[in-house]
T-cell receptor, first 113, second 112 residues
Framework: DGGITQSPKYLFRKEGQNVTLSCEQNLNHDAMYWYRQDPGQGLRLIYYSQIVNDFQKGDIAEGYSVSREKKESFPLTVTSAQKNPTAFYLC????????????FGPGTRLTVT | GESVGLHLPTLSVQEGDNSIINCAYSNSASDYFIWYKQESGKGPQFIIDIRSNMDKRQGQRVTVLLNKTVKHLSLQIAATQPGDSAVYFCAENSNYGQNFVFGPGTRLSVLP
């Protein structure tokens, strides 16, 4: 059963702690993405990766870090430097970048108190 | 449920009626567009896409219209059903851009 998985669905952390969100895909897609979604706003791109061992900052990369050591995995770390980390985080993958449909995971809701 | 979309514009339609959801896109160079459906607490699901060399594309119960002159995209859902209740948003991309730009979305509410 192919697709994208994100875990956990809900995550709670204390302020000042780093937290890593998991994203795995078995679609053999080259490109992977992380988005943040806040109420009343469209998806905003945090980081993306077009190929293993390479990634680029998106529009709101400050306070986040990623790695792409394997094609199927693209974990996102929300660091203590992120000023407003509470949000819904979505991971996506696609066969390529421009002009290719993105397939989304189910999302992780992060709450930092 | 997920609080995404609390302050979005809302379209309410009667079950069985047709729905039209609109999207104004920003980049005149955009040449590929997608409509996504997002149910509460879930990731977006692909509905239909269209390239800029077309002005209309039909799927199962859905039609996307593209007006490049006014940079406008619409999604028409025929015979709207309760299961169509969700947030719908458009995304645009161009061959010159690396990534999609997503609109804020519209909440569709289907009334019994």
């Amino acid at each position: 059963d192919g697709g994208i998985t994100q875990s956990p669905k809900y995550l709670f952390r204390k302020e000042g702690q780093n937290v890593t969100l998991s994203c795995e895909q078995n679609l053999n897609h080259d490109a992977m993405y992380w988005y943040r979604q806040d109420p009343g706003q469209g998806l905003r791109l945090i980081y993306y990766s077009q190929i293993v061992n390479d990634f680029q900052k998106g529009d709101i990369a400050e306070g986040y870090s990623v790695s792409r050591e394997k094609k199927e995995s693209f974990p996102l770390t929300v660091t203590s430097a992120q000023k407003n980390p509470t949000a819904f985080y979505l991971c996506a993958s696609s066969p390529g970048t421009a002009s290719y449909e993105q397939y989304f995971g189910p999302g992780t809701r992060l709450t930092v108190t | 449920g997920e609080s995404v979309g609390l302050h979005l514009p809302t379209l309410s339609v009667q079950e069985g009626d047709n729905s039209i959801i609109n999207c104004a896109y920003s980049n005149s160079a955009s040449d590929y567009f997608i409509w996504y459906k997002q149910e509460s607490g879930k990731g977006p699901q692909f509905i239909i896409d269209i390239r800029s060399n077309m002005d209309k594309r039909q799927g199962q119960r859905v039609t996307v219209l593209l007006n490049k002159t006014v940079k406008h995209l619409s999604l028409q859902i025929a015979a709207t059903q309760p299961g169509d209740s969700a947030v719908y948003f458009c995304a645009e991309n161009s061959n010159y851009g690396q990534n999609f730009v997503f609109g804020p979305g519209t909440r569709l509410s289907v009334l019994p």
